[in-house]
Each structure stands twice: as C-alpha cells, then as structure tokens.
C-alpha cells in the first residue's frame, strides 16, 4: 500500500492508494503450464496483453491469438514507447 503525504491548503493529506492488475485466467494457465520462461525456465515473468515478457532474461514470447492493438494501447500507456 502505498502511502504519500499531500499538501492542500495548508493541511497534509496522506493518500493511499494500491493498485491491483487483473490477469485474466487463460494467461495465468498459459505461464503455469509452461513452467516461467521457455528460454531460461525463471518464473519471474509479466503477462503484457500480446506477450509474456521474461523479467530475467528478456525473452519475449507471443501469446497466441492475443490482440496487437491491445499491446500497442498497452505500450504507450504504461510508458514503454513515446508517442511521435
């Protein structure tokens, strides 16, 4: 939970907020099946919405059927690619 004092008006709020991402259950048993990682076999991996990202190694491994434009969407949001 993350906790930071704010000032309005003189007074300091602490704000909390935590923030939960939802994966939806075909892609948690997409990365339980194939044990983490095909490249090093680490399961410290992200599901992004068209791929599975290896936070170890790098890899990237498409996921089957998974929406490009979703990913694209994805990418300039979380800030992983600067609009032009």
Not at 44 to 53: L, Q, S, T, Y
Not at 61 to 75: F, K, M, N, T
Request: with cysteine; charged share 25%; aromatic share 6%.
């Amino acid at each position: 939970m993350a906790k930071s004092p704010r000032k309005r008006a003189g007074k300091a709020i602490e704000a909390q907020a935590k923030i939960v991402r939802f994966v939806p259950r075909h892609l948690l048993e997409q990365v339980e099946s194939s044990r983490g990682c095909h490249k090093c076999g680490s399961l410290f991996v992200e599901v992004e919405p068209a791929f599975i990202h290896c936070r170890y190694c790098g890899s990237l491994s498409r996921i089957r059927g998974a929406s490009l434009l979703a990913q694209e969407e994805w990418e300039m949001r979380s800030g992983m690619r600067l609009a032009s």
